[in-house]
């Protein structure tokens, strides 16, 4: 993959993507070649992201997750979809985002942020692009397996930040930028993934999770919280079924 000729006309995608372009790679998923828009769609994400965080690029590239010069599209996509829970946390009228590193080399949350005077802290996982859902299944019963595969190891760094950080609120973030599944799927969709996973494996799912959040690819974004998340936090949106 070259880099585009015009990427001068996004100073921040020169800066975070000029690395990972000039690689000897192909990655179409990320950037289709008939949609040169995409670096828009990039460069206004990088904008808001940091002025969201109060970073400069150079703060924000230093952050190893966010060197992408290796050329790994997981990585990128990994990335990539904290800043899109940034903003929309924004969208929700979060304060006070910051991104967390790791803390006495203990693996924790990605994100901590406040809301109606209370902590909250978030670990996003994002469903790449590269990754597959199980062959046979619907696109519900796909992103629900594949987030039943991660929630065990979320829920343990969401615990391990709400314990140091004295956070009342803990909110498991999925980024899914699968086509089909971004497509397709509503937020009668997402309520009913959500609802199987409080019903299923004894409820232990979701134990000690208020919230959860899906961003998907096209742009939308489904907040699902508890009785106790909603009365903390007073965002607007469904209740889970469930309590815990």
Same mark, same amino acid.
């Given at each position: 993959?070259?880099?585009?000729?015009?990427?001068?006309?996004?100073?921040?995608?020169?800066?975070?993507?000029?690395?990972?372009?000039?690689?000897?790679?192909?990655?179409?998923?990320?950037?289709?070649?008939?949609?040169?828009?995409?670096?828009?769609?990039?460069?206004?994400?990088?904008?808001?992201?940091?002025?969201?965080?109060?970073?400069?690029?150079?703060?924000?590239?230093?952050?190893?997750?966010?060197?992408?010069?290796?050329?790994?599209?997981?990585?990128?996509?990994?990335?990539?979809?904290?800043?899109?829970?940034? =903003?929309?946390?924004?969208?929700?009228?979060?304060?006070?985002?910051?991104?967390?590193?790791?803390?006495?080399?203990?693996?924790?949350? =990605?994100?901590?942020?406040?809301?109606?005077?209370?902590?909250?802290?978030?670990?996003?996982? *994002?469903?790449?692009?590269?990754?597959?859902?199980?062959?046979?299944?619907?696109?519900? =019963?796909?992103?629900?397996?594949?987030?039943?595969?991660?929630?065990?190891?979320?829920?343990?760094?969401?615990?391990?930040?709400?314990?140091?950080?004295?956070?009342?609120?803990?909110?498991? *973030?999925?980024?899914?930028?699968?086509?089909?599944?971004?497509?397709?799927?509503?937020? =009668?969709?997402?309520?009913?993934?959500?609802?199987?996973?409080?019903?299923?494996?004894?409820?232990?799912?979701?134990?000690?999770?208020?919230?959860?959040?899906?961003?998907?690819?096209?742009?939308?974004?489904?907040?699902?919280?508890?009785?106790?998340?909603?009365?903390?936090?007073?965002?607007?949106?469904?209740?889970?079924?469930?309590?815990?």
């Amino acid at each position: 993959m070259s880099l585009p000729p015009d990427l001068s006309a996004y100073p921040l995608c020169r800066c975070f993507l000029s690395g990972y372009l000039s690689k000897s790679i192909t990655d179409d998923l990320n950037f289709p070649p008939d949609q040169p828009s995409v670096f828009g769609q990039y460069e206004q994400l990088f904008q808001s992201s940091l002025q969201v965080l109060h970073l400069t690029k150079q703060d924000l590239r230093s952050r190893p997750e966010f060197n992408f010069d290796s050329g790994d599209a997981n990585n990128l996509e990994s990335a990539i979809a904290l800043l899109r829970v940034v =903003d929309a946390l924004r969208l929700e009228e979060f304060r006070r985002i910051e991104l967390l590193k790791a803390r006495n080399n203990t693996p924790g949350a =990605d994100i901590v942020c406040e809301r109606n005077g209370q902590k909250v802290c978030l670990e996003i996982k *994002a469903i790449t692009k590269q990754s597959r859902g199980r062959p046979g299944f619907f696109f519900e =019963d796909q992103l629900y397996e594949k987030i039943l595969e991660c929630l065990p190891q979320a829920r343990k760094q969401l615990e391990s930040t709400a314990r140091e950080l004295q956070i009342s609120v803990r909110v498991f *973030a999925c980024v899914v930028n699968w086509f089909a599944q971004s497509t397709h799927l509503d937020q =009668d969709s997402y309520q009913r993934i959500v609802n199987k996973l409080e019903r299923n494996h004894g409820c232990e799912s979701l134990k000690g999770i208020e919230g959860v959040l899906f961003v998907t690819g096209r742009g939308l974004q489904y907040f699902f919280l508890n009785e106790r998340g909603h009365r903390q936090l007073n965002v607007p949106g469904r209740l889970r079924e469930n309590s815990n």
